[in-house]
Antibody, heavy 117, light 106 residues
Framework: EVQLVESGGGLVQPGGSLRLSCAAS????????MNWVRQAPGKGLEWVSY????????YYADSVKGRFTISRDNAKNSLYLQMNSLRAEDTAVYYC??????????WGQGTLVTVSS | DIQLTQSPSFLSASVGDRVTITCRAS??????LAWYQQKPGKAPKLLIY???TLQSGVPSRFSGSGSGTEFTLTISSLQPEDFATYYC????????FGPGTKVDIK
């Protein structure tokens, strides 16, 4: 069974940093590209970032480019999102999920990031 | 950037109704479109990919069609567990989501 467990969320002040983690199991992590998707309270889904299986290809949404960094450790079956210069509008539940040509068939339960003073 | 619009934004329907949701892309995306269902407090669930391919385990009352710039998600006979918000996602150029359509009980 595919399991994805996000962690690392919490309350952070504007301008601060946070590192999210996603622990994956139940599938061959190193064979799949991975994504971060977020959802602000009461709002829709927003794709945030993509990383290919070998980390050779990385994409970001314009809203986070230059502030967020996606990475992965295939030996540890883990995905990461380093978030710097956080803003109030980054407040959201952050989900991770493996993608096949961008289609996300499995999702974690999400981790809440709150940016507030 | 490719933008997606969904119509309607909100839909009130009864159990047994046939429901159709439309997703339009700002430029042609071939069949690179997926549909997701999300219930409150839960992660999204993949329903359809490649515009019309039903994800394993998804009931056959769900169907998708379209290509290019206009796509539809149809629920042939709405069931109580189908009341949720539905999102389309384009996969042609990065991975934008549509704004969502909330299906509520009439």
């Amino acid at each position: 069974e595919v399991q994805l467990v996000e962690s690392g969320g919490g309350l952070v002040q504007p301008g601060g940093s946070l590192r999210l983690s996603c622990a994956a199991s139940g599938f061959t992590f190193s064979s799949y590209s991975m994504n971060w998707v977020r959802q602000a309270p009461g709002k829709g889904l927003e794709w945030v970032s993509y990383i290919s299986s070998s980390s050779s290809t990385i994409y970001y949404a314009d809203s986070v480019k230059g502030r967020f960094t996606i990475s992965r450790d295939n030996a540890k079956n883990s995905l990461y999102l380093q978030m710097n210069s956080l803003r109030a509008e980054d407040t959201a539940v952050y989900y991770c999920g493996p993608g096949v040509q961008g289609v996300i068939a499995h999702w974690g339960q999400g981790t809440l990031v709150t940016v507030s003073s | 950037d490719i933008q997606l619009t969904q119509s309607p934004s909100f839909l009130s329907a009864s159990v047994g109704d046939r429901v159709t949701i439309t997703c339009r892309a700002s430029q042609g995306i071939s069949s690179y479109l997926a549909w997701y269902q999300q219930k409150p407090g839960k992660a999204p669930k993949l329903l359809i990919y490649a515009a019309s391919t039903l994800q394993s385990g998804v009931p056959s009352r769900f169907s998708g069609s379209g290509s290019g710039t206009e796509f539809t998600l149809t629920i042939s006979s709405l069931q109580p567990e189908d009341f949720a918000t539905y999102y389309c996602q384009q996969l042609n150029s990065l991975f934008t989501f549509g704004p969502g359509t909330k299906v509520d009980i009439k």
